[in-house]
């Protein structure tokens, strides 16, 4: 760069494309007979290709617990200028950003151009100085915790990770797309079967969030996601045993399902695996036995958490580390800040039991499993649970009492015994006529939030039927 400015670098390197002769070499118009005049006049040439890779920002922040002295060393201020540059002349000057781009680059420049092509690469200088920009940004904001993490301007910026055969029906076009850094579904590694589809990486979405309030639990846990909620979720004392325990929940459900578990998948786990089909298991890591068990099932995915490591992953709930979630609509973008699992094998101190009868310490047992596990139900969500297994869901449906219904008859028909089983209820019940349904089921203890109008009403309900009733104080609707 000295040899073509004339001019030393200064500020150990800070400071030496930022040059009349590379942006005037770069901005020249080429038919414009007073740009190339006063180029000469200068002693200054035109440029006619840039070929530019930006300080690793992204890569370097990914690692964690990054200074903020360290990461704005990393942040490139000449690149980003030269190739605006150069996608602004992109009519006389190439620009490529994108390693994948070199040999059409170069196949272009030995005379078989393409038409577009330069185009192209403009376009796509600007979509990568806007991540590079929107990351940077991030980082900022998250570092700051005084800082508004919904702030006026939502800057996002994607990369396309795969072209997928269709959506979520044959006649929809569909990609999956992903930051730069993978995190989340995009960090999973998968060791066998077919790509993903749509409808399998909206599974593992909900299959990621199910599992999350058990990245910290003292057992094997077991969830089984069918429409991106669960159908049948366990923990056990193996994690062939919660495997039965979920599997038990809704076994006509659980066909074609995607399961995710938080402790590796050994050869008894896998025999049992192995007898239903599955869309995707996603475990820490495979034993050799449960591997060469699993793989003869030709269609299955086998992935696994990064570097076999589900606790971090999950207590992030497999969402990107910035501090919001997406989610489109029609004609906008709604943003949220993510939901905080119930991590099971935790106590919360804020709970209260308003009711007369206290939980025995085998219902409390149940009701933290029970309200783990309805974190990732659909609302409105009613769940039914005893000894570490779900018994019965009634998910997504438009009335609690619904729900409710559904819950008690899924049970029924897979011939689950509801006596002495505890209930969760993703909100509040806005009438008795809930708790009296559940203790006719068998319910001796239900957990909610609280925060009715009528809770006075849902209390003597329980306190008639001999029902301990907790009160957690938090919401956990999932629309």
Known sequence: MSDVTKHPEMMDGRVKTLHPAIHAGLLARRENLEDMTALE?????????????????????????????????????????????????????????????????????????????????????????????????SYLMEQDGSADVLGPQLEESWTRLQTLRYGENPDQQAAFYGPSVPVGISALEQHHGKALSY???????????????????????????????????GVGDSLADAYERALATDPVSAFGSVIAVNRPVDAAAAELMSKLFIECLVAPSYSDEAIETLSAKKNIRIMTFPEGDPSAFLSNHGHLPEPRVLRTVYGGMLAQ????????????????????????????????????AIFGVKSNAILLARDGGVLGIGAGQMSRVDSSKIAVRKAADVGLDLTASVLASDAFFPFRDGVDAAAEAGVKAVIQPGGSVRDDEVIAAANEHGIAMVFTGRRLFRH
Request: hydrophobic share 40%; aromatic share 8%; charged share 20%.
């Open 41 to 137: 006049t200068h002693g200054y040439g035109p440029i006619d290709l840039v070929a530019v890779n930006l300080y690793p920002f992204r890569e370097t922040v990914a690692a964690g617990n990054v200074p903020v002295e360290r990461a704005m060393e990393k942040v490139d201020i000449g690149g980003p200028t030269m190739i605006r540059a150069a996608a602004k002349s992109h009519k006389d000057v190439w620009v490529v950003v994108d390693p994948t781009d070199y040999d059409a680059v170069i196949g272009a420049v030995d005379g078989d151009d393409t038409p577009g092509l330069r185009q192209q690469l403009a376009a796509k200088v600007f979509q990568h100085i806007s991540a590079y920009d929107a990351a940077v940004a």
């Open 337 to 372: 800040t993510p939901p905080i699992p119930p991590f099971y094998g935790e106590i919360d101190d804020s709970w209260v039991v308003p009711t007369e009868r206290q939980p025995t310490e085998q219902e409390w047992d149940d009701l933290r499993f029970a309200w783990a």
């Open 199 to 233: 409808n399998n990486i909206l599974d593992l979405d909900g299959a990621i969030l199910s599992l999350s309030p058990f990245a910290k639990s003292p057992r094997p846990s077991v969830v089984i996601i069918k429409h991106t909620t669960p159908c049948g979720l």
